[in-house]
């Protein structure tokens, strides 16, 4: 089989959706550089996204919006209407400079992944996870939806049975809408309780398609290990899928500024080595994450992992560097970051009890799955 290889490209190096809001933070560049500052990216591992036609995105994306969406980068100025009906120009999804390249180059390269997993694999592309985009309009600074349209992709490459694993801290709100009742699709949905789109709710099915595990505030790695071995890998392996793709968000983790969970990203990696392997078809994608040394530093560790890179306990000087770079402007944490975040990928575990909460929903989503299976 051939060496994983990872997606990236160089518009997300200077893009930003504006100095005030969370995705002002450099992300994917700092996964690329670090990567290859650690000799964990040659040239023949790497593939450049390619910018996704019109075209290709009305896969699930109305021309309407689309078309929007080119208008207002054309012009940089979201009308009324473009506010009102596609939610472009709020304070969540703000007007800036590569309103669509930027999205339509993430969304290339999940579209992309679809056509190169069609004899089996593994592909990273951490400029995607946008998982809350909608058909026709922009949703939780998503403008398109890629992880949705990757699956698409798959489809049309013959893949049939999708297994889509999201720990991202939010809902996978827009991948529920594109594949609500796919009988030949299991999502499952790791995400805060309580926090913003606050879907995903425990009796949800997605039509029968989704489980949906809300957890409570202060997620531990010894309760992901628990949700891991009792969940995840058991649905998946009894799915038995021709491809998986999990959604890896980095905002699970303690440092993140969003959330209010508190794994490692220990958690993380886990999660990714336990589902490698399970379907000849392997896909990793982005997400959340909006504290630059955590997702940097989780991201480069999931493309270690692929890869079956040894981790070491101190980074070297050229790493390091990249690390010491970045600048998390107008936040607390930007301030006086700890040394650890310069010169290790690894966090500290993070254990703790299982709480009852845990237990209980992962064995009531057990028990639902059986029945789901049995309908299907």
Not at 203 to 211: C, P, S
Request: hydrophobic share 40%; proline share 9%.
């Amino acid at each position: 089989m051939k060496a994983p290889r990872l997606i990236g490209a160089e518009i997300f190096r200077h893009s930003s959706y504006g100095r005030w809001h969370p995705l002002r933070v450099p992300r994917v560049s700092t996964v690329m550089d670090l990567s290859r500052a650690m000799g964990w990216l040659p040239p023949a591992q790497f593939i450049t996204a390619p910018r996704a036609k019109p075209k290709a995105l009305l896969a699930w994306h109305t021309a309407d919006y689309i078309a929007a969406l080119q208008r207002v980068e054309a012009t940089q100025e979201a009308t009324p209407h473009d506010t009102q009906r596609h939610d472009i120009g709020t304070v969540t999804n703000p007007v800036y400079p590569e309103i669509f390249r930027r999205p339509a180059t993430a969304a290339g390269g999940s579209l992309l992944a679809g056509e190169l997993l069609r004899e089996g694999g593994i592909i990273y592309n951490p400029p995607g996870g946008t998982h809350h985009g909608m058909p026709d309009r922009a949703n939780g600074f998503c403008y398109l939806n890629d992880p949705v349209l990757a699956m698409l992709s798959l489809r049309r490459n013959g893949v049939q049975r999708i297994a889509y694993v999201d720990i991202d801290a939010h809902h996978c709100d827009g991948v529920a809408a594109g594949f609500h009742g796919d009988p030949q699709c299991l999502m499952i949905s790791v995400h805060e309780e309580g926090l913003w789109p606050r879907t995903g709710l425990l009796e949800d099915t997605a039509g029968g398609a989704g489980l949906n595990l809300p957890v409570p505030r202060g997620l531990n790695d010894t309760e992901m290990a628990y949700i891991r071995d009792r969940l995840i890998l058991p649905q998946v392996e009894a799915f038995r899928p021709d491809a998986v793709v999990l959604l890896c968000g980095a905002d699970g983790v303690e440092e993140d500024p969003l959330a209010h969970l508190c794994l490692s990203n220990n958690a993380h990696w886990a999660v990714t080595k336990a589902l490698m392997g399970i379907a000849p078809r392997m896909l990793v994608l982005g997400g959340g994450g909006y504290n630059p040394w955590s997702v940097g530093r989780l991201w480069t560790g999931v493309w270690a992992t692929l890869n079956g890179h040894d981790i070491p306990d101190r980074l070297p000087p050229e790493a390091q560097a990249v690390l010491r770079a970045l600048r998390f402007e107008g936040n607390r944490r930007g301030k006086n970051p700890p040394e650890h975040w310069f010169t290790t990928l690894r966090d500290a575990p993070r254990p703790g009890p299982v709480r009852s909460d845990i237990t209980d929903r992962v064995a009531e989503l057990s028990r639902k799955a059986a029945r789901l299976r049995l309908d299907h």
